[in-house]
């Protein structure tokens, strides 16, 4: 790939998508490699066309958010996060819109490789009894590796964005690619990443959706013979007691981020929507989850699912971006069938910790269907 020199300014970019979580400066997941990298495109690249016209009621909504979520918070910290996570989208959105296909396909490539490769040796380090640095959360027996992500859940959802983002390119010769990111679901041992396999398989022609599936074998086999980490230790784990709903309730992970889905768009919509009351999230859900007799309590204010993070925190203005984030999404797309098939992955998407300000998550929205 040659970079055109007055295209230059997206470089930064492009080299800090596989290090967007590593390394590690600040106390949280989201790290600024990214971001500084896209407000140098934001302010380098392409710029005869700013802001788009169109992109006025994304911004002025996500403003709107900003500010309901102001006038309630309680926490600094907190106020600042939802900030950039408003901004970092804006910022992001509009540099997005400027690629048009040139450079984002080669960087995702590079990204989904080095992932991979990092993860697969993270993976065979654990199973050899070797103690090495992880770059993000990883708990022995519990889930897979993180690669060079903030944790496993991460790594193997991203993967399948990035996944879904190369099959808009019907280019066949991203066979190793493909192979690559289904790889890294595996590995990551996140349940929801191989439920989110159903949207790249239904894409794929018959002959590699044999191959998906192939390679998808060997890896579960792999991963039973080593008992390590990946997919089916988290399984293992996961119904240790039986088969039962039980077992799923019981672990902790799952818990939580039921809990959190069900309270953030259900038990809690209304008062949310009408931005009622402070932002006191560790405590309501810790009171929701006593009564209930079947959650188990949060130990932070992070909510998990980032669609109702962001309803929580700005009611029905984040609802508005959302729907419109959606529509814009749909607009990229020739076929009622894409349409329907990007809103659907994009939703279930943020039902996982993928924030709206994912830069991968955007690059997918924002590009355009073959067919």
């Known amino acids: 790939m040659r970079i055109r020199a007055r295209d230059i300014g997206i470089l930064p970019l492009l080299l800090s998508l596989p290090f967007m979580f590593y390394p590690k400066v600040l106390g949280g997941d989201t790290q600024p490699w990214v971001f500084i990298g896209a407000l140098i495109a934001f ?28 006038f309630r918070s309680t926490s600094g910290y907190e106020l600042l996060r939802n900030t950039y996570t408003y901004l970092a989208f804006l910022i992001f959105w509009v540099v997005c819109q400027r690629e048009k296909g040139e450079y984002f396909p080669l960087a995702v490539k590079t990204t989904i490789v080095i992932w991979f490769l990092y993860g697969l040796y993270q993976y065979l380090m654990i199973h050899m009894g070797y103690q090495i ?3 993000g959360r990883y708990l022995a027996g519990r889930m897979g590796p993180p690669s060079l992500t903030a944790e496993a859940s991460y790594y193997g959802s991203i993967s399948i964005i990035q996944l879904m983002y190369l099959l808009t390119e019907k280019n066949s010769k991203n066979g190793i690619f493909i192979a690559c990111a289904v790889g890294s679901a595996i590995l990551s041992g996140s349940l929801l990443a191989i439920l989110l396999l159903i949207f790249p398989l239904m894409k ?40 039962t709903t039980n077992g799923l309730f019981h672990d902790a992970s799952l818990n939580l981020r039921v809990g959190h889905i069900y309270f953030t768009m259900f038990e809690h919509l209304v008062p949310s929507l009408l931005l009622v009351g402070p932002i006191h999230f560790m405590v309501q859900y810790n009171d929701f989850a006593l009564n209930s007799g079947l959650f188990i309590e949060t130990g932070s204010d992070y909510i998990l699912p980032a669609i109702g993070e962001m ?35 994009i939703f279930v998407c943020m039902l996982n910790p993928i924030s709206v300000s994912n830069i991968f998550l955007i690059m997918y929205v924002t590009r355009r269907f073959d067919k």
């Open 43 to 70: 302010f380098t690249f392409r710029t005869n066309i700013f802001v788009s016209r169109r992109d006025g009621i994304l911004i002025a909504l996500s403003f709107l958010c900003i500010l309901a979520y102001a």
């Open 204 to 243: 794929l022609s018959l002959k590699l959706q044999i191959s998906i599936v192939f390679i998808l074998l060997l890896f579960v086999i792999g991963d039973f013979y080593y008992e390590s980490s990946g997919v089916i230790l988290r399984l293992m784990s996961i119904f240790s007691d039986g088969p």
């Open 311 to 345: 309803i929580y925190g700005s009611g029905f203005f984040a609802v508005l971006l959302l729907v419109f984030i959606l529509k814009r999404a749909q607009e990229t797309c020739a076929t009622k069938k894409t349409k329907l098939e990007k809103i659907v992955f």
């Open 133 to 135: 640095e992880m770059p």
